[in-house]
């Protein structure tokens, strides 16, 4: 199944817009046209990650340009089929496959409060409201913003990804790293034996236990000690830090470009080893991932997002590199007319494609150029 369109009407700079997806979708504009906004709409019904507060309409999500009081956010599904989705939403699916999810929000002209409803069901005319949003554990979003920052990533996400990756070994492995894991216990208790024999560890210690002794009228028999506690072998493991590796030698990992590849690297790691497609459908929101790279190592990236990553894919960019790894019809153009922003032909279309074949094009780097382009001008030569 796959997101096949979204409708926004009266939402933050989309007076009223409609936009066609792809199984692999690139969506290019200007700064500020909306590429966040859209991807903000989709992740409000379905990022597992935002709160129920993180959903409540702000003032800021009503359409700016013009008195509005509501706003409408509807997601239509296609060739939904998968036993997850199916099973799930039951009632809710029509005969052709379809699911529609809508979020409405509302604000009082008075008193300026703000709520909002969801919707699902098999047509448009056959909405029902829901309480919540339920369907995330099967049908869901998962989203990597434009900043980046690598090592507060590694902090908070390398214990989950070590442990998905522990749960996920052969019987063979696991009986290895018992045998290597019992090793690292007894070096570790042998280090914590050896640490405190150091003699200026040795001579603060007798400093500060001298001192206790003028200070202390109970616990005269205790002594402080400095306890490296690496012989807590889990602790020890889940500080390992993440440094480049050359020539057996490691250094610190350097160049903004460098950081960026590693950041998506263990991203997609991670959803590589937590890919259920029998038990979840996710739809992969990724934004500006050319973020510092050279152009043929962004080239590189969007060729591997595109083969790689399974499941749907929304990307966004400024790159022609990137652009010029994507077939004209998965493209979504947005512009803005109007203090209205809007997808060109309605986003993913194949009047694009057949545009391209009929001026006798293939996407490289130069028509990939043009998408970024308000105008362009075309010579015909008379020969």
């Not at 409000?44 to 706003?71: C, H, Q, V, W």
């Not at 998968?82 to 999810?101: N, T, W, Y």
Request: hydrophobic share 35%.
């Amino acid at each position: 199944m796959i997101l096949s369109t979204v409708k926004l009407k009266g939402y933050r700079n989309y007076k009223e817009a409609t936009i066609n997806f792809a199984k692999k979708s690139l969506i290019i504009g200007a700064n500020d046209v909306g590429k966040t906004n859209l991807l903000w709409a989709i992740r409000l019904l379905l990022d597992r990650g935002l709160s129920d507060y993180d959903i409540e309409p702000k003032d800021t999500d009503f359409y700016a340009y013009s008195e509005t009081n509501e706003f409408e956010i509807t997601l239509s599904f296609s060739d939904v089929t998968d036993d997850c989705v199916v099973s799930r939403m039951k009632g809710k699916i029509s005969d052709d496959a379809e699911l529609f999810l809508v979020y409405r929000a509302y604000r009082d002209i008075s008193t300026k409060s703000k709520t909002f409803k969801l919707f699902a069901g098999s047509a448009l005319d056959k909405l029902e409201e829901i309480d919540d949003r339920y369907y995330r554990k099967v049908l869901n979003v998962k989203y990597i913003g434009s900043k980046r920052d690598l090592h507060n990533y590694v902090k908070k996400e390398k214990n989950i990804l070590f442990q998905i990756a522990k749960e996920n070994r052969k019987s063979e492995e696991k009986l290895s790293d018992d045998k290597l894991y019992s090793e690292i216990k007894s070096d570790l208790v042998n280090v914590d034996k050896k640490i405190p024999k150091l003699n200026y560890i040795s001579s603060a210690t007798n400093t500060i236990n001298t001192e206790l002794e003028k200070l202390s009228l109970h616990h005269k028999m205790q002594k402080v000690v400095f306890d490296a506690s690496s012989s807590d072998v889990e602790s020890f493991i889940n500080e390992v830090s993440i440094v480049s590796s050359s020539n057996g030698k490691n250094v610190l990992i350097g160049g903004d470009g460098r950081l960026n590849q590693i950041y998506l690297a263990l991203w997609a790691s991670r959803n590589e080893l937590t890919e259920e497609s029998l038990t979840e459908v996710t739809i992969f929101c990724i934004e500006e991932p050319e973020a510092h790279l050279h152009p043929h190592q962004q080239r590189k990236l969007a060729d591997y997002i595109n083969s790689s990553l399974k499941g749907q894919v929304l990307l966004t960019s400024h790159s022609p590199q990137i652009t010029a790894e994507f077939v004209p019809n998965s493209i979504v153009r947005l512009l803005n007319e109007n203090f209205a922003t809007r997808a060109a032909s309605d986003g993913c279309s194949n009047v694009i494609e057949e545009a391209f074949e009929e001026f006798g094009f293939r996407m490289s780097i130069i028509p990939a150029e043009a998408f970024f382009s308000d105008v362009v001008f075309f010579s015909l030569s008379s020969e």
